[in-house]
């Protein structure tokens, strides 16, 4: 082989080693961006977190939708304790919290619904309502309160007591989730 095939292997091989290496910083940049430090607030992939806000208060939600499950309020609140706990930096504090959940369960209500044209058989619909109130002691501009709803959807012939568990089991985490998301997000 010449010195020029030479040259043009060597150069092929250079080339190629930038390349996996532009390939690899891209890649870590990318694993990485989701989770960033700015001064001593944390943002995880759009959540933001104030730097002086570092406890919260979950309070137990009350029951006000009168068929509803007596453990809902219960496992909502805790689910969503779980939550902030595992997905932000901040520490549960009962006592003189940065931030503070309150709010009650408002609707739990199952319905029939008719079936779309072409199909026989309709399904049901369960649907439950949570009324949430927000409170930073850190910004009073930052208090909200809002009315959150999430259903799920089971067969007509399926018996409510067979699926409930399930149901209310999607329902809380996209509630929790749309809570978690309106605390912590700039959206």
């Given at each position: 082989m010449s010195n020029k095939g030479i040259h043009i292997l060597f150069?092929?091989?250079?080339i190629r080693l930038?390349?996996?290496?532009?390939?690899a910083a891209t890649a870590v940049f990318l694993l990485f961006q989701g989770c960033l430090i700015r001064g001593n607030g944390?943002?995880?992939?759009?959540?933001s977190i104030p730097p002086d806000v570092n406890t919260y208060y979950v309070e137990q939600f009350e029951n006000q939708a009168p068929s509803s499950t007596p453990t809902l309020p219960?496992?909502?609140?805790e689910r969503l304790k779980d939550k902030i706990q595992t997905e932000s930096r901040l520490k549960y504090n009962d006592e003189e919290p940065d931030i503070e959940f309150t709010g009650a369960i408002t609707d739990f209500r199952v319905s029939a619904e008719a079936p779309k044209a072409g199909e026989q058989i309709g399904f049901n619909k369960l649907t439950i309502s949570v009324q949430v109130n927000f409170v930073n002691n850190k910004d009073e501009k930052a208090n909200w309160k809002q009315q959150f709803s999430f259903e799920d959807f089971?067969?007509?012939?399926d018996n409510l007591l067979d699926v409930q568990e399930t149901l209310i089991e999607n329902i809380n985490k996209e509630l929790v989730d749309r809570i978690y998301n309106r605390a912590f997000t700039n959206w």
């Open positions: 150069r092929q091989s250079s930038k390349c996996l290496s532009l390939v944390y943002s995880f992939q759009g959540i219960r496992d909502l609140s089971f067969g007509a012939n």
